[in-house]
């Protein structure tokens, strides 16, 4: 069968494996959970909500970003928010989402960490029952905040554990990088992982070559998460090729966030073609102007992908999941039987 390069892409089964909830929240939803919950926000239309859009660099996104999540106060909210990511992933062919998650942005303005846990996992446990869409929760600590703080969420989280052991897997670090290297937290990352929990982290999103080095060395990462500067450093590069250390890369997000100029000066095809395991996720969709299957046909288009490059970024997203192997081995049989049937014409 023969089929457009957007179809081919929309229908290729596939895994996320960067995408953080709170940014998932559409502008619509901000507003409809502005009014619920009698929060003001800084906007009083939903164009003016798109036109601020528009960022310089990590921190001025996350300005942002931390603003919109004060709408967010209930269970309820967390759960519409998630089940709406979700309907989305469903229709884009995603068949597992591994969702990061910040309790500190809520428990800070007073929300129950109880609600955040709780919120995500029913909308993602009614997905799993209802459609068999597969997901992981991975809880990140906010990396400009202290350890200290970060170990006083690991201790709230601990107890929500046992209720959770279905979906709450691992344990991620997040936010503004400059300044806030891995090695600040090497201390309750390793508490983490004596705990059991699959450890990521962002680094060199626009941080250097060091601190992804860091992440890998003290806090033990089995993913990073976009690293994409790890290019300057020639034998990070080859290590990471070498161990096939999967990044977790968001062209769209690089973009908006200027860390590149044009998608095409993006490194990841680049990465890739050097031996890689590369995956392409959204990151915070609607800040970042797309969702998954955006960001794959802004990459294809950018670098006239074939079929075979496109069907092993998705197999990528399957390996590089933290789902259980015989679950691998079936969606990468359904990936082999969509390769099977189908060219781009
Ligand atoms: C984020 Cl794009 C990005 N980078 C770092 N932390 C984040 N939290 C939400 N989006
Ligand atoms: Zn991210």
């Known amino acids: 069968m023969k089929t457009s390069l957007s179809e081919f892409i929309a229908n290729l089964p596939k895994a996320e494996l960067h995408l953080h909830i709170e940014g998932s929240l559409e502008p619509e939803m901000m507003f409809a959970l502005a009014k619920r919950n009698s929060v003001k926000i800084p906007f009083t239309t939903i164009d003016e909500v798109r036109a601020a859009y528009n960022f310089r660099d990590l921190k001025s996104f996350l300005d942002l970003y931390f603003a919109g999540t004060a709408v967010l106060q209930t269970e309820t909210d967390f759960y519409e928010l998630t089940k709406a990511y979700v309907e989305k992933a469903i229709t884009d062919n995603i068949r597992h989402s591994e969702l990061f998650f910040d309790p500190q942005t809520h428990t800070d303005r007073g929300v129950p960490i109880s609600a955040v846990f709780a919120g995500i996992a029913r909308a993602l446990r009614e997905a799993r029952s209802s459609d068999g869409f597969s997901s992981k929760m991975i809880m990140c600590f906010l990396r400009h905040l202290s350890e200290e703080d970060a170990f006083e969420t690991l201790q709230a989280a601990l107890p929500l554990r046992a209720d959770h052991t279905d979906l709450w897997c691992g344990v991620g670090l997040d936010s503004s990088e400059f300044g806030n290297p891995p090695k600040k937290f090497s201390k309750v990352f390793d508490m983490a992982r004596e705990l059991g929990f699959r450890i990521v982290a962002h680094a060199g999103e626009e941080g250097p070559p060091e601190y992804i080095w860091e992440a890998l060395e003290i806090l033990k990462v089995e993913r990073v998460d976009h ?40 490194n990841l095809v680049r990465l890739l073609r050097s031996g890689l395991c590369i995956t392409i996720n959204s990151d915070d969709p609607p800040y970042f102007g797309g969702y998954i299957n955006d960001n794959f046909i802004a990459v294809a288009s950018a670098f006239n992908l074939t079929g075979e490059d496109l069907v092993d970024l998705a197999r990528n997203s399957f390996r590089s999941s933290f789902a259980d192997d015989e ?19």
Not at 259 to 265: A, D, S
């Open 327 to 345: 679950q691998k081995m079936k969606w990468l049989q359904e990936i082999d039987e969509y390769a099977d049937n189908r060219a781009i014409d």
């Open 227 to 266: 690293g994409i500067k790890c290019e300057t450093d020639e034998r990070l590069v080859k290590y990471l090729a070498e161990h096939r250390i999967p990044l977790t890369v968001c062209p769209l997000s690089n973009l908006k966030l200027c860390v590149v100029k044009k998608i095409e000066e993006h």
